[in-house]
């Protein structure tokens, strides 16, 4: 199973970004998590199997929506109204369950990571 993330870069505080995850294989679980420098890697939000049951982390309620396409074996993390503290690198993850777990134990492969940088 292999993860690509991509979509990260730089924006202003108050701007949007698209990241997109593509994933081989069967469906999972998927999530998003982020790690800023000097950190522990964080969940933002994951999204079950069949995108019927979504969490998020409550920083980024209301302004982050999970989604995916299962087509084309794609899941999304559209940020909004981004912040300085959203800057991380994030990496997406597959859960061999159901989905969608919270934890990173819970995930058993993972993307390469995207950097997301938000200046103010």
């Known amino acids: 199973v292999q993860l690509q993330a991509s979509g990260g870069g730089l924006v202003q505080a108050g701007e949007s970004l698209r990241l997109s995850c593509v994933v081989s294989?069967?469906?999972?679980?998927m999530g998003w998590f982020r790690q800023a420098p000097g950190k522990e890697r964080e969940f933002v939000a994951a999204i079950s199997w069949s995108g019927g049951t979504i969490r998020y982390a409550d920083p980024v309620k209301g302004r982050f929506t999970i989604s995916r396409d299962n087509a084309k074996n794609t899941v999304y993390l559209q940020m909004n109204s981004l912040k300085p503290e959203d800057t991380a690198v994030y990496f997406c993850a597959a859960d061999r369950g159901l989905g969608p777990a919270r934890t990173t134990y819970e995930y058993d492969y993972w993307g390469q990571g995207t950097l997301v940088t938000v200046s103010s």
């Open positions: 294989g069967r469906t999972f679980g």
